[in-house]
T-cell receptor, first 115, second 115 residues
């Protein structure tokens, strides 16, 4: 079946503008995750959804970042008033169930460039 | 707190050489899972293996093998007879049962296999 799909694949925006990143998880996967990968860095956890609720938002770097998930499926990560330090690849992953070490399946990511 | 250390930032080998990627983890939990992921130049993270903390048996899958040693908190990954297609960034990750709902990743090891 289809894997995790993210859109857009690339996004260039001006500093101060808002951006929305979209993630379509694998069908039937109840858990959804957002990570951020900056150049030369590992993967930084942002937020975790189980169904439509987000029991763990601990990784969101500031209140400019928010995310939602609707219908237990599609998720949107919104960054308001983007800053240059927000430039990174934003990765979405899903797993069959959360909280029990289920393998995460990742999308190809959205490369965000803030100019 | 959980931590994953991949001390090797970059490794270069010539095709057909064997190569071992090191991973050392830290956790106070007795129940945890360890993972390896591969990120080829295309960018998508590919799940390779999951190992739980109660299973210290080494595993072999084709040219890949994993050595899990709780005594040294290590989960090393060996590629035998490396090939150019093995060139990628490899990430080690840890999931624990301490209320954290996501994976903690190491910073990755970039493997370059030249012909």
């Amino acid at each position: 079946g289809a894997g995790v799909s993210q859109s857009p694949s690339n996004k260039v925006t001006e500093k101060g503008k808002d951006v929305e990143l979209r993630c379509d998880p694998i069908s039937g996967h109840t858990a959804l995750y957002w990570y951020r990968q900056s150049l030369g860095q590992g993967l930084e956890f942002l937020i975790y959804f189980q169904g439509n609720s987000a029991p763990d938002k601990s990784g969101l770097p500031s209140d400019r970042f928010s995310a939602e998930r609707t219908g237990g499926s599609v998720s949107t990560l919104t960054i308001q008033r983007t800053q240059q330090e927000d430039s990174a690849v934003y990765l979405c992953a899903s797993s069959l169930e959360g909280g029990v070490g289920s393998p995460l399946h990742f999308g190809n990511g959205t490369r965000l460039t803030v100019t | 707190a959980q931590k994953v250390t991949q001390a090797q930032t970059e490794i270069s080998v010539v095709e057909k050489e064997d190569v071992t990627l090191d991973c050392v983890y830290e956790t106070r939990d007795t129940t945890y899972y360890l993972f390896w992921y591969k990120q080829p130049p295309s960018g998508e993270l590919v799940f390779l293996i999951r190992r739980n903390s109660f299973d210290e048996q080494n595993e072999i899958s084709g040219r890949y093998s994993w050595n899990f040693q709780k005594s040294t908190s290590s989960f090393n990954f060996t590629i035998t007879a490396s090939q150019v297609v093995d060139s990628a960034v490899y990430f080690c990750a840890l999931w624990t049962n301490s209320g954290y709902s996501t994976l903690t990743f190491g910073k990755g090891t970039m493997l370059l296999v030249s012909p």
